[in-house]
């Protein structure tokens, strides 16, 4: 009689087990896990790899790019001058959101820039005339 719990125990545990162990092999027979994705962004999947070619892009659209970020980069930092002087929290948190739109509206411009090796990763942030 004591060995009814145990055996009871050992296969609820082995049918737990093959259940997980058909659900991982359900994810791998999925058409978009080809096997080739990165483990979570470590910066280990990327030793040993070639960086990847620039992308083309002409002149014009460069300076369509570059024009573009340069404007929302103006528009941050006008509002960061404004950010510094206020002093109601309510103003402040809504001048960050909007900070935070610019930045979103400007990372994938700089990414077009950096991929087609027209930019740099760091931006410049000209200081203001007072």
Same mark, same amino acid.
């Given at each position: ?100 739109? =610019? ?21 410049? =942030? ?5």
């Amino acid at each position: 009689m004591r060995i009814t719990p145990f055996i009871a125990t050992i296969l609820l545990a082995g049918c737990a087990s093959q259940g997980a162990i058909d659900r991982f092999d359900a994810v791998l027979e999925q058409p978009w896990f080809d096997g080739s994705e990165r483990s979570y962004g470590s910066w280990l999947d990327q030793i040993g790899r070639r960086p990847q070619p620039a992308t083309p892009m002409s002149d014009a659209q460069a300076a369509a790019l570059s024009g573009q970020a340069a404007s929302l980069q103006a528009q941050a930092q006008a509002l960061r001058v404004e950010l510094a002087r206020e002093t109601d929290r309510t103003v402040r948190v809504k001048h960050y959101r909007a900070l935070r739109r =610019i930045g979103d509206e400007l990372r994938p411009l700089e990414r077009q820039l950096q991929n087609a090796g027209r930019a740099s990763r760091t931006t410049v =942030i000209q200081p203001y005339a007072s």
